[in-house]
C-alpha cells in the first residue's frame, strides 16, 4: 500500500507541475544515490504489479463465458428488434 500511495503521489506531482518526462529524468540523476536505490526499488515493483495486473486482466477475459452459435443468434435478433423498436 505504501508503494500505491507513493506511486500515486509521484504521478499527481507531475501531472499537477506539468513537469516534463526530461525534467523528471534530469532531477533523477540529481538524487543522492540512496534515493536513487530508493526509486529504482520502487519502480522494479511497480514495474511488477503492473506485470501482475496484466496477467490477471488476460486470465480474467479469458476465464469469461462465451456465447454459443445458437445464443448469439438470437442476442443478434433481439438486438435488431431493440434498434426497431428506438427508432419508432
Not at 33 to 49: R, W
Request: aromatic share 14%; no cysteine; hydrophobic share 40%.
Amino acid at each position: 500500500m505504501k508503494n500505491l500511495s507513493m506511486k500515486i503521489f509521484t504521478f499527481e506531482l507531475i501531472m499537477k507541475t506539468k513537469t516534463s518526462y526530461r525534467e523528471v529524468l534530469k532531477l533523477i540523476t540529481q538524487l543522492p544515490e540512496q534515493d536513487f536505490e530508493k526509486l529504482l526499488s520502487v519502480l522494479k515493483n511497480a514495474k511488477s504489479d503492473f506485470i501482475t495486473a496484466k496477467q490477471f486482466d488476460k486470465e480474467f477475459l479469458l476465464s469469461a463465458p462465451v456465447m454459443s452459435s445458437s445464443q448469439f443468434k438470437q442476442y443478434q435478433k433481439f438486438r435488431k428488434q431493440f434498434n426497431e423498436w428506438r427508432q419508432n
